[in-house]
């Protein structure tokens, strides 16, 4: 089997196992199960999350994977996710118990000697859940390319790497958002754009979460929602072609008046949206509803275009503001908060309804 010193590591260093000793597993030294890393969790369970009884004890960055790519390079994250120690065993001060003390099976994964090995390498980095003393073998590893002190929030931001990792990948790896953490404040409303077709990412694995939106993604986002309605013409704003992505969302918006442009003849699709902007796409591809009360916001003045949206979208749980008495108008929103506030509209005002509501006639 691989086993890497019993080391508890508060610093950078690498995860790769110190020795090749594959007696018993008859397998090469130059198998997968031989290399001295874990193979991935959702290989074994069909999740990329520890295992029940496992808890995550450290974590590494690779750089160079391109996985993790939106524009430009960043770092891939792995986390362990290791074995409990028996409660009537120490570590001696190690971090790490002996494998006997847990209930390690080291074996191949899968029992081919070609994936890595499981239950068998004996580490810890130790970012991780620091406040439990003690821990066996690695059971299996998860990869994302959300930072670990948001994947897990008892993780520290102490960086360790090992780029020999970059390019270690499965299949499974890929099914659903790796950058989209499982417990965060968006994950519902994100796989829930998933789920109804309303977004499909970046790429089939990159939603991009913490990307700044566009009002170009906003179109496209309310106009999925809204039932993907076809427009009498096409767009009639020059920056808009009519096979971008965007360009049927355009038209539509433009013709139900939801959108004037950002002149008489753009649309501006690449650039920035702001939170005022985004409410008010939303009130009017809403149906511009009235009769909402004052929503008490210090930095909306009633003449502004936005007032009344606010108001409603306040009213409506669909955002409470930057904080009490500030809505942050001016305030760009990222992917992330559009699907909050898709979402929330959906549950709060279409649910309320009975039926989904289609957008103005």
């Given at each position: ?152 929030h ?39 754009m ?11 694995d ?66 920035e ?5 985004a ?29 009344e ?7 409506t ?45």
């Open positions: 089997m691989a086993v890497a010193p019993a080391t508890y590591v508060l610093r950078p260093t690498t995860a790769h196992a110190a020795i090749c000793n594959c007696q018993g597993l008859q397998c090469d030294c130059r198998d997968g199960c031989c290399d001295g890393y874990t193979d991935f969790c959702c290989f074994l369970t069909g999740e990329n999350l520890c295992p029940p009884g496992t808890i995550v004890a450290g974590w590494w960055k690779a750089d160079g994977s391109g996985f993790c790519d939106i524009g430009s390079p960043r770092p891939r994250y792995y986390l362990d996710c290791n074995l409990p120690c028996d409660a009537s065993c120490g570590c001696n001060g190690s971090g790490v118990c002996k494998s006997e003390c847990t209930s390690a099976d080291c074996r191949c994964a899968g029992g081919d000697c070609h994936s890595r090995a499981i239950d068998c390498t004996r580490f810890r980095y130790g970012q991780c859940n620091q406040h439990v003393p003690c821990l066996g073998p690695i059971a299996c590893r998860i990869v994302t390319c959300v930072p670990p002190w948001d994947w897990d008892s993780c520290t931001t102490e960086v360790a790497t090992d780029n020999q990792t970059a390019l270690h990948d499965r299949p499974c790896l890929h099914e659903g958002f790796t950058d989209v953490a499982p417990d965060s404040w968006y994950t519902e409303p994100v796989l829930w998933a789920e109804q077709g309303i977004t499909t990412g970046f790429t089939a990159l939603f991009g979460p913490r990307e700044l939106a566009t009002r170009a993604h906003i179109a496209a986002f309310l106009w999925r929602y809204f039932g993907r309605p076809t427009a009498a013409a096409q767009s009639v704003f020059s920056d808009v072609s009519a096979d971008a992505y965007y360009g049927p969302a355009v038209a539509w918006m433009s013709e139900k008046n939801i959108t004037r442009g950002t002149s008489a003849s753009t649309f501006s699709p690449d650039r949206v702001t939170r005022a902007e409410i008010t796409l939303l009130w009017r591809a809403a149906g511009r509803p009235s009769g909402s009360p004052a929503h008490g916001f210090d930095d909306v003045e009633a003449s502004a275009y936005y007032d949206p606010v108001a409603w979208a306040n009213a749980g669909i955002t409470m503001g930057v904080s009490p008495s500030r809505f942050g108008p001016a305030d760009n929103v990222d992917r992330a908060q559009i699907a909050a506030f898709l979402f929330r509209y959906h549950h709060n005002v279409a649910a309320a309804t009975g039926s989904r509501v289609r957008g103005p006639e």
